[in-house]
């Protein structure tokens, strides 16, 4: 059972435009999600995070939204750069119960200069 | 460097033999998890320290695998018998108790042939 799901495996956006990378989580006991970005041959890296009683969440380039009742997070990053080409993954933590992160199975973005 | 330190970095080894990964965790960081991932997909969860307490394990983890944090700090991740569904990358990820974002490491990649 996926409980936090990336739809799109991949996604080209040109520099300097906006990359809207989406997630969907089935699990409305999460109360904490968080973006990751990852590179080839290395470990994941923490990008940006958002509680469930906020909406929006802001890191310079970086925005992360959180709407609740359609369980949906979305990450905004613009202007997009060449660097950001990665691939990126949500998370989200359980509540009671349980201690782990559940992750998605990543977006590859790929920004074209 | 003060990050999350994973060793060996890549293990090759044949089907049947035993290998051991060991992770050390950002020093002041008492929560330490083990998570695995294979081509395409996002990391999986496999067990969570707090302290020198395993706290959760997977069910992924079959009694093959065995981990532990014997003085709360660094941890071993051990497969016997590894099979070749064993092929992955094994990370290990930390944090403090006071944030909720995981640290990654680089990874160890285990290969059996």
């Known amino acids: 059972d996926q409980q936090v799901k990336q739809n799109s495996p991949s996604l080209s956006v040109q520099e300097g435009r906006i990359s809207i990378l989406n997630c969907d989580y089935t699990?409305?006991?999460?109360?904490?999600f968080l973006w990751y970005k990852k590179y080839p041959a290395e470990g994941p890296t923490f990008l940006i995070s958002i509680s469930s009683i906020k909406d929006k969440n802001e890191d310079g380039r970086f925005t992360v939204f959180l709407n609740k009742s359609a369980k949906h997070l979305s990450l905004h990053i613009v202007p997009s750069q060449p660097g950001d080409s990665a691939v990126y993954f949500c998370a989200a933590r359980g509540t009671s119960g349980t201690y782990k992160y559940i992750f998605g199975t990543g977006t590859r973005l790929k920004v074209l200069a | 460097d003060t990050g999350v330190s994973q060793n060996p970095r890549h293990k090759i080894t044949k089907r049947g033999q035993n290998v051991t990964f060991r992770c050390d965790p950002i020093s002041e960081h008492n929560r330490l998890y083990w998570y695995r991932q294979t081509l395409g997909q996002g990391p999986e969860f496999l067990t969570y320290f707090q302290n020198e307490a395993q706290l959760e394990k997977s069910r992924l983890l079959s009694d093959r695998f065995s981990a532990e944090r014997p003085k709360g700090s660094f941890s071993t991740l051990e497969i016997q018998r590894t099979e070749q569904g064993d092929s992955a990358m094994y990370l290990c990820a930390s944090r403090p108790s006071s944030a909720g974002e995981l640290f990654f490491g680089e990874g160890s990649r285990l290969t059996v042939l």
């Open positions: 699990n409305s006991m999460f109360d904490y």
